[in-house]
């Protein structure tokens, strides 16, 4: 499983615990907001500079496997 400490965190100091990609402020929602959507990963890297290719793609690699925890796919 993919590591969630290199690649999302969240803290009370945090926007309210949110989960944020690793040195920013960005919600992991809101990458997922952006691909559910319709939107591709290049069109949220141009609007969200600070999060790079290498944060998004295993952050979307955690979720995916964490839903086929929750639901054994």
Known sequence: MTSTSRVVHSGPD???ETPV???TR???KTLLDY???GDSLDKF???FSSV???Q???ALELAKEMLQQLYSF
């Open 14 to 16: 945090i926007l309210g």
């Open 21 to 23: 990609f690793v040195g």
């Open 26 to 28: 960005v919600p992991l």
């Open 35 to 37: 691909l559910e959507a």
């Open 45 to 47: 890297s141009d609007h």
């Open 52 to 54: 790079s290719r290498e």
């Open 56 to 58: 998004a793609i295993p």
